[in-house]
């Protein structure tokens, strides 16, 4: 932390002309705005918390909103100040004011002749315009206590332009005096052609330096070689432009500087350092004054907030192949951690997820190679965005693997208890209950059971893709699915076109065991009645052991055609019966209820039993599992 800090300090010393030798002003520039009614609305709204708000046209034609002028020393603490206390945006930096023209806030300030404010007196000044002053009170001359950190008073007002201050407070109030720090005139910034000729002593290591730090901010998206070609001037240009600097796409000693200083404040800020985990075999830059390692818990290695820095990090490594991916891809998913809504992307090699919601935000990485599956993720809340994102740009691009070993599943041996313990917000979210269902139109709608949408804020099919309730019937417990987004069932049911027969064998096809298992199973047996036990019509009765994740699958004959539903067993509640008697809704009921949702039902045409092999793939590919969600 103190290397940063100093090195801080000496580029500032360096741009500045030295804390003894500099400029007598400094700013800190919080906003570039384009137009002037921009401008001035945000200035109006900065006013509301600071006294010494400053708006000026730019060279580039651009208005900038700035607080000061500081003596130098006084700008750089007023800066890191405000930033640590999330006062002003992130990438707020130091000004020398040398591109201000025309002030429109206050009109008529002058950016070389205006009043300097060291800390102390800033801190005053702060405190008052937060207060207001009674008629005929009288406030302090001078402020004796320490310097206080800026907060924005509770529903302020806009406070009025300097020059209409003294007009406005009570006659009895004495002006605060204000310290001048006299100092030597700056020195003019360089021209273009200077500029081009300062660039060109830059070593190659300064140059791949520079480049860098315009990675750091976003500008720059190519290779570090310290070659400044197209790619790099361009970067230069639009870093110029956003600083409100001319964009000529060569940067001078003192932008050079700047850009190189505010990285550097960054670093500071975040203790980004580079860590080498030698489990996991992997290397990375984390923000170590955010989160601090906590515990292993294979395959992650997890970094906790620190001080409450809304912040988490976990690396991820463990052996595998692309069935192993994929399925550390399903269970991220289902972490509490990981909002449902956001952009995904996974390949053979690879996975890249960024998740966000009104709660937080992740984004997590993966990568296959060598048998070795590498990653991390970044887990934040709202409140830490702005340093989320510079978290993330470092460990993005200084993550490496090494060693060619993996975290160790051996490496920590837990009880359940311990491992809860450990995992506290990385549970994986579960629903509360799921059953079975299966598609009845090529466009994907499913039929179900009323069971499962009881008591349910959200509706999935196959676990991730939402559903609405299209239709349903508590008479016969049937209800009809649409799915968020169209799909394209490979198999879709086709009914029976006759009635059942005694004796006929059947397969039911259902995710008996709800969500443990990644595919339905078939279960066998045969059609003992064609009608209820009480001679109910529309249900028949079969001899089938199933399980409740199985109500809502369809039950097929040995040609494929659906002869009808399962029908939950709380349909026969208050009843024990035997484990192998189990009903279901026949092709009948389903397809009146089928068109009254407007859906037209396919009829199954005969051609003789399939083998076995098609029938399990016919009747598995047209079940899904339906999921209900708190």
Same mark, same amino acid.
């Given at each position: 932390?103190?290397?940063?800090?100093?090195?801080?300090?000496?580029?500032?010393?360096f741009?500045f002309?030295?804390?003894?030798?500099?400029?007598?002003r400094?700013?800190?520039?919080?906003?570039?705005?384009?137009t002037?009614?921009?401008?001035?609305?945000?200035?109006?709204?900065?006013?509301a918390?600071?006294?010494?708000?400053?708006?000026?046209r730019?060279?580039?034609?651009?208005?900038?909103?700035?607080?000061?002028?500081?003596?130098?020393?006084?700008?750089?603490a007023?800066?890191?100040?405000?930033?640590?206390?999330?006062?002003?945006p992130?990438?707020?930096?130091?000004a020398?004011g040398?591109?201000?023209?025309?002030?429109?806030w206050?009109i008529?300030?002058?950016p070389?002749?205006?009043?300097?404010?060291?800390?102390?007196?800033?801190?005053?000044?702060?405190?008052?315009?937060?207060q207001?002053?009674a008629?005929?009170?009288?406030?302090?001359?001078?402020v004796?206590?320490?310097p206080?950190?800026p907060?924005?008073?509770?529903?302020?007002?806009?406070?009025?332009?300097?020059?209409?201050?003294?007009?406005a407070?009570?006659?009895?109030?004495?002006?605060?005096?204000e310290?001048?720090?006299?100092?030597?005139?700056?020195?003019?910034?360089?021209?273009?052609?200077?500029?081009?000729?300062?660039e060109?002593?830059?070593?190659?290591?300064?140059?791949?330096?520079l480049?860098t730090?315009?990675?750091?901010f976003?500008?720059?998206?190519?290779?570090i070689?310290g070659?400044?070609?197209?790619?790099?001037?361009?970067?230069?240009a639009?870093?110029?432009?956003?600083?409100?600097?001319?964009?000529?796409?060569?940067?001078?000693?003192r932008?050079?500087?700047?850009?190189?200083?505010?990285?550097?404040?960054?670093?500071?800020?975040?203790?980004?350092?580079?860590?080498?985990e030698?489990e996991?075999?992997?290397?990375?830059?984390?923000?170590?004054a955010?989160?601090?390692?906590?515990?292993y818990?294979?395959?992650?290695?997890h970094?906790?907030?620190k001080?409450?820095?809304?912040?988490?990090?976990?690396?991820?490594?463990?052996?595998?192949?692309?069935?192993t991916?994929?399925g550390?891809?399903d269970?991220?998913?289902?972490?509490?951690?990981?909002?449902?809504?956001?952009?995904?992307?996974?390949?053979?090699?690879?996975?890249?997820?960024?998740?966000?919601?009104?709660?937080?935000?992740?984004?997590?990485?993966?990568?296959l190679?060598?048998?070795?599956?590498?990653?991390?993720?970044?887990?934040?809340?709202?409140?830490a965005?702005?340093k989320?994102?510079?978290a993330l740009?470092?460990?993005?691009?200084?993550?490496?693997?090494?060693?060619?070993?993996?975290l160790?599943?051996?490496?920590?041996?837990?009880?359940d208890?311990?491992?809860?313990?450990?995992? /506290?917000g990385?549970?994986?979210?579960?629903?509360?209950?799921?059953r079975? !269902?299966?598609? +009845?139109s *090529?466009s #994907? %709608?499913v @039929?179900?059971t009323?069971?499962?949408?009881?008591?349910?804020?959200?509706?999935t099919?196959?676990?991730d893709i939402?559903?609405?309730?299209?239709?349903?019937d508590?008479?016969t417990?049937?209800?009809?699915?649409?799915?968020?987004?169209?799909?394209?069932?490979?198999?879709?049911?086709?009914?029976?076109?006759?009635?059942?027969?005694?004796?006929?064998?059947?397969?039911?096809?259902g995710?008996?065991?709800?969500?443990?298992?990644?595919?339905?199973?078939?279960?066998y047996?045969?059609?003992?009645?064609?009608?209820?036990?009480?001679?109910?019509?529309?249900i /028949?009765?079969?001899?089938?052991?199933?399980?409740?994740?199985?109500?809502? !699958?369809?039950? +097929?004959? *040995?040609? #494929? %055609?659906v @002869?009808?539903?399962?029908i939950?067993a709380?349909?026969?509640?208050?009843?024990?019966?035997?484990?192998?008697v189990?009903?279901?809704?026949?092709?009948a009921s389903?397809?009146?209820m089928l068109?009254?949702?407007?859906?037209?039902?396919?009829t199954?045409?005969?051609?003789?039993?399939?083998?076995?092999?098609?029938?399990?793939?016919?009747?598995?590919?047209?079940?899904?599992?339906?999921?209900?969600?708190?």
């Open positions: 932390m103190r290397h940063y800090l100093s090195l801080f300090t000496l580029l500032f010393v741009v002309g030295g804390v003894a030798a500099a400029q007598d400094a700013w800190v520039q919080i906003e570039a705005q384009p002037l009614n921009q401008a001035q609305e945000r200035a109006r709204a900065y006013a918390a600071f006294l010494d708000v400053a708006g000026f730019m060279a580039s034609g651009w208005y900038a909103i700035a607080l000061g002028p500081y003596g130098p020393d006084a700008a750089l007023r800066l890191r100040e405000l930033r640590r206390d999330n006062l002003i992130a990438d707020s930096f130091i020398g040398e591109q201000f023209r025309d002030a429109f206050p008529g300030l002058d070389a002749t205006g009043p300097v404010l060291d800390a102390t007196a800033q801190a005053s000044a702060d405190m008052m315009a937060g207001t002053a008629p005929g009170s009288v406030m302090p001359e001078t004796t206590t320490a206080l950190a907060q924005p008073p509770a529903q302020a007002a806009p406070i009025a332009p300097l020059q209409d201050m003294a007009a407070a009570p006659s009895v109030v004495e002006p605060v005096a310290p001048v720090i006299t100092l030597p005139t700056p020195e003019p910034e360089e021209t273009l052609a200077e500029a081009q000729r300062s060109t002593a830059l070593s190659r290591d300064e140059r791949k330096d480049q730090a315009l990675q750091w976003g500008y720059y998206d190519s290779a070689d070659a400044f070609g197209r790619g790099t001037r361009a970067s230069m639009a870093w110029q432009e956003a600083m409100g600097h001319e964009p000529t796409g060569v940067m001078t000693t932008q050079r500087a700047q850009i190189i200083a505010e990285r550097g404040a960054i670093i500071a800020e975040l203790g980004l350092e580079t860590i080498t030698q996991a075999g992997i290397e990375v830059t984390l923000p170590l955010l989160v601090s390692f906590d515990h818990e294979p395959p992650f290695v970094f906790e907030e001080n409450n820095s809304g912040l988490r990090v976990v690396l991820i490594s463990e052996p595998g192949d692309r069935a991916l994929r550390l891809y269970i991220l998913q289902t972490l509490e951690v990981m909002p449902r809504s956001g952009e995904r992307a996974l390949s053979d090699s690879g996975f890249t997820i960024n998740a966000a919601n009104a709660e937080g935000a992740a984004h997590a990485f993966a990568e190679s060598g048998g070795l599956i590498k990653g991390y993720m970044l887990v934040w809340r709202p409140e965005a702005a989320a994102a510079r740009a470092a460990i993005q691009s200084s993550f490496k693997t090494i060693g060619g070993r993996a160790d599943p051996g490496l920590v041996s837990l009880n208890a311990q491992r809860r313990s450990l995992l /506290a990385m549970e994986v979210r579960k629903p509360l209950l799921s079975s !269902g299966f598609f +009845v *090529g #994907g %709608a @039929l179900t009323v069971e499962v949408l009881q008591s349910c804020r959200r509706i099919i196959d676990r939402e559903a609405t309730i299209a239709a349903q508590p008479a417990g049937l209800a009809v699915l649409t799915p968020a987004r169209p799909l394209a069932p490979r198999h879709i049911a086709a009914f029976v076109g006759d009635s059942l027969r005694i004796g006929t064998e059947v397969a039911l096809a995710y008996s065991y709800e969500d443990a298992l990644p595919s339905p199973t078939l279960t047996g045969a059609v003992e009645d064609t009608k209820g036990l009480a001679g109910e019509v529309g /028949a009765r079969l001899s089938l052991s199933s399980l409740p994740g199985d109500a809502g !699958g369809p039950v +097929v004959d *040995g040609t #494929g %055609a @002869l009808g539903m399962l939950p709380t349909a026969n509640a208050g009843r024990v019966l035997p484990g192998e189990s009903f279901l809704a026949d092709a389903i397809k009146t068109a009254t949702a407007g859906i037209t039902p396919e199954a045409i005969r051609q003789g039993a399939l083998p076995p092999e098609d029938l399990t793939d016919l009747a598995t590919s047209m079940t899904v599992l339906v999921s209900c969600w708190e």
